[in-house]
């Protein structure tokens, strides 16, 4: 009788470990001994054939094959489940954290099953657009006894109270020594245990989310008023806070020592996100378009209060005098400008030099890449304006200094996959990558 082994390309193969491919490219390699139980459903493949090359960087019959899987079961001990990605390393700015952590927002997209020979296995998991694109709502995570359960499944035939029971079993399997120092957090599905206090988080509904954006931009805007400066919301990953007596919000903080219990808080309502509002945000109860509105009304009218005492009082004392003031350098001025502010001639000269200026810039650039006339220029400008409004409401990027590292990086890695970097830079990104 043959061996069942021999049935799967893969079988005889050691299992060296598993790279968990998150929706933000974020990669949490897992040792083999960091896994304690693992069990795919059916394998597929797809394959796709360039016939007649379709551009310059394929060639005729070259071939791209892509494998998935209707079905995950992913268990991990304490070692799996307290790896860091290594993202920091990519970026200074920013803070690893542990995968028990990171796996809460929901939006595994790969696994990459590495084997001893270095060969490997890169399969997609099902995948169903959640809350927003970038959540999976066919994902459930569930922590008991020290290990780390993981469902992902197209049909969701369990539901969270039955996954909670199903994990209850697993307790009695293996316990682990209690004398090590790895911090695990006492979580399970939609629940979060504070003090002893048991909170049910649910998912909000579209019409909170669309609030919480305007309640961003007006607080924005009014603040900005105030100070003159740029505001740093804290309804991005800002670390910044706002408190005032209708609501209080509070950045997604990155500090493993910080008990962060939520991050929006109207009256009773509290609501937690990962990174910005707009992602994975989950609230401690149900709430109703009514009640919706009349958060709303609540907040906007506060923060309007800090606004229009001082503009109505700073607009009367300018209409008696019949004098107005440059909303760039605070100098007399008597232009004014299409939103009804004022500007100085001075500052508008300087504006228009510098728009000269760029415009110069951009014209020369994109001729000498090989533009050869504006249609195509302004084509480009629109679809870079498209690419950085889409940046600033989906990711993380706050100032130009981060926007043009992304792209950077971006780069890279667009010249790697398709053969376009030197031979320098290839070898020295593959000795990094080979060291971490």
């Known amino acids: 009788m043959k061996d069942n082994k021999d049935l799967h390309p893969f079988a005889n193969k050691k299992l060296a470990s598993v790279d968990i491919v998150l929706e933000n490219c974020e990669v949490y390699n897992i040792p083999a001994d960091g896994i304690y139980k693992l069990s795919l459903g059916n394998i597929k493949y797809s394959f796709d054939i360039h016939v007649n090359g379709l551009s310059k960087y394929t060639t005729p019959g070259e071939m791209w094959t892509h494998a998935?899987?209707?079905?995950?079961?992913?268990?991990?001990n304490?070692?799996?489940?307290?790896?860091?990605?290594?993202?920091?390393?990519?970026?200074?700015?920013?803070?690893?954290?542990?995968?028990?952590?990171?796996?809460?927002?929901?939006?595994?997209?790969?696994?990459?099953?590495?084997?001893d020979d270095g060969s490997n296995l890169y399969i997609g998991v099902p995948w169903e657009d959640g809350n927003t694109e970038f959540d999976n709502k066919l994902q459930k995570n569930d922590i008991r006894d020290d290990i780390l359960f993981?469902?992902?499944?197209?049909?969701?035939?369990?539901?969270?109270?039955?996954?909670?029971?199903?994990?209850?079993?697993?307790?009695?399997?293996?316990?682990?020594?209690?004398?090590?120092?790895?911090?695990?957090?006492?979580?399970?599905?939609?629940?979060?245990?504070?003090?002893?206090?048991?909170?049910r988080w649910t998912s909000i509904p579209n019409y909170v989310q669309a609030a919480f954006t305007k309640i961003d931009e007006q607080l924005s805007r009014v603040m900005w008023n105030t100070t003159q400066e740029e505001y740093e919301s804290p309804f991005s990953n800002t670390g910044n806070k706002f408190k005032n007596?209708?609501?209080?919000?509070?950045?997604?903080?990155?500090?493993?020592?910080?008990?962060?219990?939520?991050?929006?808080k109207?009256?009773?309502?509290?609501?937690?996100?990962?990174?910005?509002?707009?992602?994975?945000?989950?609230?401690?109860?149900?709430?109703?378009?009514?009640e919706c509105a009349k958060m709303l009304d609540e907040c906007l009218e506060s923060i309007y209060k800090m606004d229009i005492d001082e503009d109505n009082l700073f607009d009367e004392l300018c209409d008696s005098y019949d004098c107005h003031f440059c909303c760039q350098c605070g100098k007399e001025a008597d232009k004014q400008l299409q939103n009804g502010k004022y500007a100085c001639e001075n500052c508008l000269h300087n504006l228009g030099k510098e728009q000269q200026e760029l415009k110069e810039e951009i014209e020369n650039s994109l001729f000498d890449f090989g533009f050869d006339n504006y249609e195509d220029v302004t084509n480009c400008i629109d679809v870079f304006i498209d690419f950085i409004k889409y940046a600033k409401v989906w990711s993380t990027i706050e100032n130009l200094d981060h926007l043009a590292k992304a792209l950077e990086a971006i780069n890279i890695n667009i010249k790697l996959e398709n053969g376009l970097l030197d031979a320098e830079t290839k070898e020295k990104i593959e000795e990094f990558a080979k060291n971490w």
């Open 78 to 115: 304490k070692k799996g489940m307290n790896i860091d990605s290594g993202w920091a390393d990519m970026f200074d700015e920013e803070e690893t954290h542990p995968f028990y952590e990171r796996v809460n927002a929901n939006d595994i997209t790969h696994l990459d099953f590495i084997f």
């Open 150 to 199: 993981i469902q992902i499944a197209e049909k969701q035939e369990i539901s969270d109270d039955e996954l909670e029971e199903i994990n209850d079993g697993q307790e009695d399997m293996y316990h682990w020594d209690t004398d090590e120092d790895d911090k695990i957090l006492d979580i399970s599905v939609g629940s979060i245990n504070t003090q002893g206090v048991s909170t």
């Open 245 to 264: 007596d209708f609501f209080e919000v509070e950045a997604y903080s990155w500090d493993d020592e910080y008990n962060q219990e939520y991050n929006f």
């Open 266 to 290: 109207w009256n009773d309502y509290k609501v937690r996100w990962y990174k910005h509002c707009l992602r994975d945000p989950e609230a401690n109860r149900e709430m109703s378009p009514d």
């Open 68 to 76: 998935y899987t209707d079905f995950v079961w992913l268990a991990l």
